[in-house]
């Protein structure tokens, strides 16, 4: 149990729905992240909360939309996926979005139909 | 572009068989580099973070050691419960921007 609780834990959805992940921390920090983990490919940074201010994005596709209400909660809002926007979709958190190490929950697996 | 390799891919190790992996990086202004464990269908796991060449950390049978260009995961007489991917990771910004993973090493330790 590392702090770092995600839900669901599995979720199948249409091209055509709309879905969200919620990620949770309990450890007091205060920069949130969420990853993307495909087979075969190293995880990718997609977006980067300091203090709830989104301080990165990497360049990722407008059907993903992050929000971060306050320190300890995240979330990303899906529509109109793709399929190959299945994945396992990994939320981390750290101190601060500096050179911390981060703590990650246990994942969605996301599979888009 | 800051880049991560891991190397192997995938290890095969008999228990009590030490070896070493590789992750080799070129990133401008390393801030810091992290290992992590990971087990099939979870999160990863942290397991150290080097800030400058020359340091080393170690925990249990793991070893982490840093250079200008790399760092080795040294491990000492493995277990079966060692088996796991083992992720490289390195951080160049200074707000959580530029954190790369290396495709991670495949480790198995055979009873």
């Known amino acids: 149990e590392t702090g770092v609780t995600q839900t669901p834990r599995h979720l199948v959805m249409g091209m055509t729905n709309k879905k969200s992940l919620k990620c949770e921390q309990h450890l007091g920090h205060n920069a949130m992240y969420w990853y993307k983990q495909s087979a075969k490919k190293p995880l990718e940074l997609m977006f980067v909360?300091?203090?709830?201010?989104?301080?990165e994005n990497n360049s990722v596709p407008s059907r993903f939309s992050p929000e971060c209400p306050n320190s300890s909660h995240l979330f990303l809002h899906l529509h109109t996926l793709q399929p190959e926007d299945s994945a396992l979709y990994l939320c981390?958190?750290?101190?601060?979005?500096?050179?911390?190490?981060?703590?990650f929950g246990p994942g969605t697996r996301l599979t888009v139909t | 572009e800051d880049q991560v390799t891991q190397s192997p891919e995938a290890l095969r190790l008999q228990e009590g068989e030490s070896s070493s992996l590789n992750c080799s990086y070129t990133v401008s202004g390393l801030r810091g580099l992290f290992w992590y464990r990971q087990d099939p269908g979870k999160g990863p796991e942290f397991l150290f973070t080097?800030?400058?060449a020359g340091e080393e950390k170690e925990k249990e049978r793991l070893k982490a050691t840093l250079t200008k260009k790399e760092s080795f995961l040294h491990i000492t007489a493995p277990k079966p419960e060692d088996s796991a991917t083992y992720l490289c990771a390195v951080q160049a910004g200074d707000y959580g921007q530029n954190f790369v993973f290396g495709p991670g090493t495949r480790l198995s330790v055979l009873p």
């Open positions: 981390a958190s750290s101190q601060n979005a500096g050179p911390y190490e981060q703590y």
């Open positions: 080097l800030y400058s």
């Open positions: 909360y300091n203090f709830k201010e989104q301080t």
